[in-house]
């Protein structure tokens, strides 16, 4: 086998119907300009940041607000900063699913194993914030 040989190849099935081809073609739209690679997608991700990750806030379904800047000092890495005005609560994107199912599937060490579904989660969740709310905690805290 060659060093150039991939492992494993996708589907065009597959690749037509991968979040990132979504994603291309969003941004594509965006841009004024087709992406037919990820080379050029990356590209387009270094060269216009903002616009990149003004794409991903909206593609990922984020709820909150973006606030009115974006990308502050971009040119610095480490040190940029995304969204500094934005406000978000954290739980509430991370618990959007719903039913039954999984959520998080646990697998320790010692081979234990837990699942728990949307349904689940959000049930714990639940009365997490009602001890919470029960103890006075507030935003901030």
């Known amino acids: 086998m060659s060093v150039e040989t991939p492992l494993w190849v996708p589907s065009a099935k597959q690749v037509a119907e991968a979040p990132l081809t979504a994603f ?3 941004a594509s739209a965006r841009a004024g300009r087709a992406f037919s690679s990820y080379a050029e997608l990356h590209a ?4 216009e940041r903002e616009g990149f990750w003004n794409l991903v806030w909206d593609f990922c379904g984020i709820v909150g607000d973006k606030g009115s800047r974006v990308l502050v000092d971009g040119d610095k890495m480490p040190g940029a900063a ?5 406000r978000l609560n954290f ?3 991370l618990l ?3 039913g039954s199912g999984e959520a998080i599937v646990f697998r320790g060490e010692d081979k234990v194993e837990r699942r728990l579904s949307w349904d689940e989660l959000a049930a714990l ?3 997490l914030q009602q001890l919470f709310v029960s103890l006075g905690v507030t935003t901030g805290d």
């Open 91 to 93: 739980a509430e994107n």
């Open 82 to 86: 995304f969204f500094p005005d934005a």
């Open 96 to 98: 959007r699913g719903a």
């Open 44 to 47: 387009w991700s270094v060269d």
């Open 125 to 127: 969740v639940s009365k």
């Open 24 to 26: 291309m073609a969003e």
